[in-house]
């Protein structure tokens, strides 16, 4: 990490700036299996707090550590409206479960496919779009080279570092990080954590 911490911060004063300030990097992973894409769709449009409710309702009521198809599919979607999930996720989730079973999408071939092909691969899930398939890569598959350009954080983060006159788009943002090569992730997380300067992502 110190030399991915090294060229960014000597391609780019600003985002030096911001490494500093924020300090040491501590990005949290999570494992690449069909529980961490289940929990990408319940925090989407959400905040942490909200989601992270629902998600510990979910995971307690499917009764599987960690949640698998066959849990999520034993759960009635009546039950699943209880727990908080709306109808449109309940039928992402259930998409997603289904096709984890049948074979359609596969965690294990994720890990040999390259970012593009991963965001194929995901995107094929009603539900799962590339945001998802992007965190999906950068926290999952730990890719060092994300930069998702949708992200309304990491472009608000950008907006403010560069003082920018409108949130930036998609080709702005690419422009801006075509430096921080091939380490983009890690900038990512310090954008991120520069929106609330100490606090946790």
Not at 96 to 112: K, N, Q
Not at 150 to 167: N, T
């Amino acid at each position: 990490m110190k030399k991915a911490l090294s060229h960014l911060t000597r391609t780019d004063p600003t985002l030096g700036a911001i490494i500093s300030r924020v300090g040491r990097y501590g990005i949290e992973y999570r494992e690449p299996t069909f529980q961490t894409l289940v929990r990408a769709i319940v925090y989407q449009q959400l905040s942490g707090k909200a989601a992270k409710t629902i998600y510990d309702r979910l995971a307690a009521a499917a009764k599987a550590d960690p949640l698998t198809p066959e849990s999520i599919l034993k759960l009635r979607p009546a039950r699943m409206r209880k727990l908080g999930l709306s109808k449109q996720k309940i039928e992402y989730i259930r998409g997603l479960a289904r096709m984890t079973r049948d074979g359609e999408v596969s965690f294990e071939a994720c890990t040999e496919l390259d970012d593009a092909g991963v965001i194929d691969h995901l995107t094929k899930v009603k539900g799962v779009g590339v945001w998802s398939a992007q965190m999906f890569l950068l926290f999952a598959l730990r890719r060092h080279d994300v930069l998702p350009t949708g992200d309304l954080g990491v472009r608000v983060a950008m907006k403010r570092a560069y003082d920018l006159p409108d949130l930036p788009a998609p080709a702005e943002m690419e422009r801006i990080a075509a430096s921080w090569r091939p380490y983009r992730s890690v900038a990512v997380w310090y954008l991120w954590r520069s929106l609330d300067n100490q606090a946790a992502m």
